[in-house]
């Protein structure tokens, strides 16, 4: 069993920063891979980027590379994302996820363990 809880979500204008954290706990390790993945109101849940135990391996979505930078601290069971240059269509819930593979990671179905979710709104 894993818990996740993120935070750091908000309402921001165009251009701004915001940076989300995702606290992990019990079985951490069945998470050797952490990601996050976004729903937009009436959309499917899209995958944005992930990381693997070691931050030796990372993943993005062609939308966000370059503004947005995901990485892990183990020791403070924590994964962060940091959002830059944040743009309307960046609004969505934001979900942190766990997997203890490592392929298929840009894939809804291969996540195991999933938060609650953080609303990020960025308005024009």
């Known amino acids: 069993q894993v818990q996740l809880v993120e935070s750091g979500g908000g309402l921001v204008q165009a251009g701004d920063s915001l940076r989300l954290s995702c606290a992990a706990s019990g079985r951490t390790s069945n998470s050797y891979t952490m990601g996050w993945f976004r729903q937009a109101p009436g959309k499917e849940r899209e995958f944005v980027t992930a990381i693997d135990w070691s931050g030796g391996r990372l993943y993005y979505a062609d939308s966000v590379k370059g503004r947005f930078t995901i990485s892990r601290d183990n020791a403070k069971n924590t994964m962060y994302l940091q959002m830059n240059t944040l743009k309307p269509e960046d609004t969505a819930v934001y979900y942190c996820?766990?997997?203890?593979?490592?392929?298929?990671?840009?894939?809804?179905?291969?996540?195991?363990?999933w938060g609650q979710g953080t609303q990020v709104t960025v308005s024009s």
């Open positions: 996820a766990a997997t203890g593979s490592i392929v298929g990671v840009t894939t809804v179905a291969r996540y195991d363990y």
